[in-house]
């Protein structure tokens, strides 16, 4: 049996200039920061962003390697808006496709399946249709004649997830509440990547939460990185909470690229290694709860 | 009882008015943002809307009713609710969700996306988030807490929520599950009941006059022969805000 354990760095080393690349979690929550700041310690440029958004978007977006995002929303949850994903739309610095996160989750159910677009009353009327002029209707073949939005594929080049456990196969478990549409990132992407807090034996998931927490099978996935605190700084439930804290200073720090707070939150915590970013958080002190490894 | 003897607060008639919303909504999912529409909602539980289902701002249903500012560890839950399981409810239309606008206009379009063009906005918000979906598929209501001509606008500039105009240019697909139901804001209630479906003012909240609320809205409002006055609380919703739901009073430091 195929053991995918990968290290981030061998991954990120895969990708190439221009992909498109899906980021799973949700707003703030159980994002693949490590894999984020592996992205951000390479010279990939020209990256296209499909996130259900937090501050992955935004630091991508900080570093300049975004040339479009897909979204329904961006938001650091406890704090509304992030600051780099908003100066990038405001100085016009990235393109956008801007849909509704039931059509985004549709898109990405549409190239799991393998199938070209799937219908919904989502977008009708609104300015969805008109922001993004390559969004098609289509009408039912059925009595009814209804004539609803064809929300096409999302197909990725690549996808993160962060898990809380995964195994050496690429099994991948969700402890927390919500396990997101984390499957179908890695359904709609042709590389699939999981980062966990901790990789065990096949068969010892079970050890750590019940059947329905593996919510990612190895059919879905290519590569297994080993990442503690892979999410930090948003949250990872129940191995830590948001770094709420930290993700303030962060706010902060983006709101002030002009008079170089940025530039020192990047120096103190981005410019490293990962177990640099890790010291770094260690030493700020903000990280709530541990990770298990 | 009078209004002075208990000092009943505007953000208090608003957390009512949100809670009528919900009279007898029966089981579905009732979405509030915000503290005095999660507010409003909690109320509407506790009294005349026993059946509605909250969820506890995350992945669960709570069974119980607690305070605004209660820990997770206050919350008892009775069953899932990740976000995939929310697109089966909202596209099964068993919720009614009150959303935010930071624009709205007479048919009720609602906008949270961003201010200015979209192509490169003045100002870039929160995104389009749910609201196309939510209003083509379920009664959608919205809070606006701060009524002025910035926010109740002539023309909205990204439709986000579907109004009435654009539901019913599009046909049968977008109207069929149309409902947009009601916008409260700090200074009354308002609906669309009208023969072409723009915006009514349905109630004025205490102390405010007709003529405050025309010079806050940016467009004409259709205005009844008699405007009633936005009720009061019962000294039963007053003690369960300020006593049991909102002992904090989060609810004051949404009203500017």
């Given at each position: 049996?195929?053991?995918?354990?990968?290290?981030?760095?061998?991954?990120?080393?895969?990708?190439?200039?221009?992909?498109?690349?899906?980021?799973?979690?949700?707003?703030?929550?159980?994002?693949?920061?490590?894999?984020?700041r592996?992205?951000?310690?390479?010279?990939?440029?020209?990256?296209?962003?499909?996130?259900?958004?937090?501050?992955?978007?935004?630091?991508?977006?900080?570093?300049?390697r975004?040339?479009?995002?897909v979204y329904?929303?961006?938001?650091?949850?406890?704090?509304?808006?992030?600051?780099?994903?908003?100066?990038?739309?405001?100085?016009?610095?990235?393109?956008?496709?801007?849909?509704?996160?039931?059509?985004?989750y549709?898109?990405?159910?549409?190239?799991?399946?393998?199938?070209?677009?799937?219908p919904?009353?989502?977008g009708?009327?609104?300015?969805v249709?008109?922001?993004?002029?390559e969004?098609?209707?289509?009408?039912?073949?059925?009595?009814?004649?209804?004539?609803?939005?064809?929300?096409?594929?999302l197909?990725?080049?690549?996808?993160?997830?962060?898990?809380?456990?995964a195994?050496?196969?690429?099994n991948?478990?969700m402890?927390?509440?919500?396990?997101?549409?984390?499957?179908?990132?890695?359904?709609?992407?042709?590389?699939?990547?999981?980062?966990?807090e901790?990789?065990?034996?096949?068969?010892?998931?079970?050890?750590?939460?019940?059947?329905?927490?593996?919510?990612v099978?190895?059919?879905?996935?290519?590569?297994?990185?080993e990442?503690?605190?892979?999410?930090?700084?948003?949250?990872?439930?129940?191995?830590?909470?948001?770094?709420?804290?930290?993700?303030?200073?962060?706010?902060?720090?983006?709101?002030?690229?002009?008079?170089?707070?940025?530039?020192?939150?990047?120096?103190?915590?981005?410019?490293?290694?990962?177990?640099?970013?890790?010291?770094?958080?260690?030493?700020?002190g903000?990280?709530?709860?541990?990770?298990?490894? | 009882?009078?209004?002075?003897?208990?000092?009943?607060?505007?953000?208090?008639?608003?957390?009512?008015?949100c809670?009528e919303?919900?009279?007898?909504?029966?089981?579905?999912?009732?979405?509030?943002f915000?503290?005095?529409?999660?507010?409003?909602?909690?109320l509407?539980?506790?009294?005349?809307?026993?059946?509605?289902?909250?969820?506890?701002?995350?992945?669960?249903?709570?069974?119980?009713?607690?305070?605004?500012?209660?820990?997770?560890?206050?919350?008892?839950?009775?069953?899932?609710?990740?976000y995939r399981?929310?697109?089966?409810?909202?596209?099964?239309?068993?919720r009614?969700?009150?959303?935010?606008?930071?624009?709205i206009d007479?048919?009720?379009?609602?906008?949270?996306?961003?201010?200015?063009?979209?192509?490169?906005?003045?100002?870039?918000?929160?995104?389009?988030?749910g609201?196309?979906?939510?209003?083509?598929?379920?009664?959608?209501s919205?809070?606006v807490?701060s009524?002025?001509?910035?926010?109740?606008?002539?023309?909205v500039?990204?439709?986000?929520?579907?109004?009435?105009?654009?539901?019913?240019a599009v046909?049968?697909?977008?109207?069929r599950f149309?409902?947009?139901?009601?916008?409260?804001?700090?200074?009354?209630?308002?609906?669309?009941?009208?023969?072409?479906?723009?915006?009514?003012?349905?109630?004025v909240?205490?102390?405010?006059?007709?003529?405050e609320?025309?010079?806050?809205?940016?467009?004409?409002?259709?205005?009844?022969?008699e405007?009633?006055?936005?009720r009061?609380?019962?000294?039963?919703?007053?003690?369960?805000?300020?006593?049991?739901?909102?002992?904090?009073?989060?609810r004051?430091?949404?009203?500017?």
């Amino acid at each position: 049996m195929t053991d995918k354990r990968a290290s981030l760095e061998d991954v990120v080393a895969e990708l190439r200039d221009g992909m498109t690349i899906g980021f799973g979690g949700w707003g703030s929550r159980r994002k693949p920061m490590a894999a984020v700041r592996a992205i951000l310690r390479t010279e990939l440029r020209d990256l296209t962003v499909v996130s259900y958004g937090g501050p992955d978007v935004g630091l991508l977006c900080a570093a300049g390697r975004v040339r479009k995002v897909v979204y329904g929303f961006v938001t650091l949850d406890s704090i509304a808006l992030d600051p780099h994903f908003r100066r990038a739309r405001q100085q016009g610095a990235i393109e956008a496709m801007e849909i509704d996160e039931g059509m985004f989750y549709l898109g990405l159910l549409a190239a799991s399946q393998r199938v070209p677009f799937l219908p919904t009353r989502a977008g009708l009327g609104s300015d969805v249709m008109t922001v993004n002029p390559e969004l098609r209707t289509v009408r039912s073949p059925y009595d009814d004649g209804e004539e609803l939005v064809a929300m096409p594929a999302l197909e990725l080049d690549a996808a993160f997830v962060h898990a809380n456990r995964a195994d050496t196969h690429g099994n991948a478990q969700m402890l927390g509440p919500d396990p997101f549409f984390d499957d179908l990132f890695l359904g709609a992407a042709r590389r699939r990547y999981v980062t966990a807090e901790r990789v065990v034996e096949p068969g010892k998931l079970l050890e750590e939460g019940p059947m329905q927490s593996i919510a990612v099978t190895r059919l879905l996935t290519d590569a297994v990185a080993e990442t503690p605190m892979g999410a930090h700084f948003t949250s990872c439930d129940p191995d830590y909470g948001r770094d709420e804290a930290f993700q303030t200073a962060y706010a902060k720090a983006g709101a002030d690229v002009e008079g170089g707070a940025w530039a020192a939150f990047a120096a103190r915590h981005l410019d490293g290694s990962e177990q640099d970013y890790l010291a770094s958080v260690a030493d700020a002190g903000t990280a709530q709860g541990s990770s298990p490894s | 009882m009078s209004i002075d003897a208990v000092g009943i607060t505007r953000a208090e008639v608003c957390a009512v008015a949100c809670a009528e919303l919900w009279r007898d909504a029966g089981e579905i999912i009732v979405s509030p943002f915000g503290s005095v529409p999660a507010l409003g909602a909690r109320l509407a539980r506790l009294t005349f809307a026993p059946e509605i289902v909250l969820t506890d701002g995350e992945a669960g249903l709570m069974a119980n009713t607690p305070p605004l500012s209660a820990s997770r560890d206050a919350m008892v839950l009775e069953a899932p609710m990740p976000y995939r399981r929310v697109f089966d409810v909202v596209w099964s239309g068993r919720r009614h969700v009150m959303m935010m606008a930071s624009q709205i206009d007479r048919y009720g379009n609602q906008n949270l996306s961003c201010i200015g063009d979209w192509a490169r906005p003045k100002a870039q918000l929160i995104g389009v988030r749910g609201a196309p979906g939510n209003t083509v598929n379920h009664p959608t209501s919205y809070w606006v807490p701060s009524h002025s001509t910035r926010s109740f606008v002539e023309r909205v500039d990204m439709v986000c929520g579907v109004g009435y105009d654009r539901a019913s240019a599009v046909g049968a697909a977008a109207s069929r599950f149309h409902d947009v139901r009601a916008v409260v804001s700090d200074l009354g209630v308002f609906d669309f009941d009208t023969p072409d479906h723009r915006m009514r003012v349905r109630s004025v909240h205490p102390g405010v006059s007709l003529d405050e609320v025309a010079e806050a809205t940016g467009f004409d409002l259709v205005v009844p022969d008699e405007v009633a006055t936005s009720r009061l609380p019962t000294p039963e919703e007053l003690d369960l805000m300020r006593n049991v739901l909102d002992p904090a009073g989060l609810r004051e430091r949404e009203l500017s």
